[in-house]
T-cell receptor, first 114, second 115 residues
Framework: GAGVSQSPSNKVTEKGKDVELRCDPI?????LYWYRQRLGQGLEFLIY????????KSGLPSDRFSAERTGESVSTLTIQRTQQEDSAVYLC????????????FGPGTRLLVL | DQQVKQNSPSLSVQEGRISILNCDYT??????FLWYKKYPAEGPTFLIS?????DKNEDGRFTVFLNKSAKHLSLHIVPSQPGDSAVYFC??????????????FGQGTILTVHP
């Protein structure tokens, strides 16, 4: 049984470049979340997708960040013109629809912006 | 504005003893609380949860206690085992009536259980 997968596992990029992070949720999970964990801090909510509803983008830190999801499958998080403060672990989670459903996390993508 | 706080960055416990991890929250709209465990290079895994209508939930060696008046919850692990060594995150949801489960996390506590 496949869990949530993310790629790449590690990404090193230069300041100013764009990066794209991918998340494959668990099959059948209609809810998908992106979180960010900076060094020494907790997880910070970025964006939420639920089925065909408009995503909740309230956690995106700037307009350099965007995310898309194709139906109820793959999601990509794009960071444009990366800055050093974007360095973090980006975690994706999926769950069955509805509140109180357990969120299952992927292993994360470690992004380092030089 | 840290709405969920874990004030102890680390905790060290002897194998077989009790581990108590603490968490405080400020948002009175939170009505569902969770604990996640995270090993290095892995994503967090769900451990146990509690709804605000309860004050205790137990699952094997893990018990979560909720004190709503104090806006405080704790995770008890008895007996602690070396395999429990990990980072533990407290999380909360339910703010503002939103029903989709967006989680607000604490900073995490590193638990080390010594053999």
């Amino acid at each position: 049984g496949a869990g949530v997968s993310q790629s790449p596992s590690n990404k090193v990029t230069e300041k100013g470049k764009d990066v794209e992070l991918r998340c494959d949720p668990i099959s059948g999970h209609t809810a998908l979340y992106w979180y960010r964990q900076r060094l020494g801090q907790g997880l910070e909510f970025l964006i939420y997708f639920q089925g065909n509803s408009a995503p909740d983008k309230s956690g995106l830190p700037s307009d350099r960040f965007s995310a898309e999801r194709t139906g109820e499958s793959v999601s990509t998080l794009t960071i444009q013109r990366t800055q050093q403060e974007d360095s973090a672990v980006y975690l994706c989670a999926s769950s069955l629809a509805g509140n109180r459903e357990t969120q299952y996390f992927g292993p994360g993508t470690r992004l380092l912006v030089l | 504005d840290q709405q969920v706080k874990q004030n102890s960055p680390s905790l060290s416990v002897q194998e077989g003893r009790i581990s108590i991890l603490n968490c405080d929250y400020t948002n009175s709209m939170f009505d569902y609380f969770l604990w996640y465990k995270k090993y290095p290079a892995e994503g967090p895994t769900f451990l146990i949860s509690i709804s605000s209508i309860k004050d205790k939930n137990e699952d094997g060696r893990f018990t979560v206690f909720l004190n709503k008046s104090a806006k405080h919850l704790s995770l008890h692990i008895v007996p602690s085992q070396p395999g429990d060594s990990a980072v533990y995150f407290c999380a909360a949801s339910g703010a503002g009536g939103t029903s989709y489960g967006k989680l607000t996390f604490g900073q995490g506590t590193i638990l080390t259980v010594h053999p």
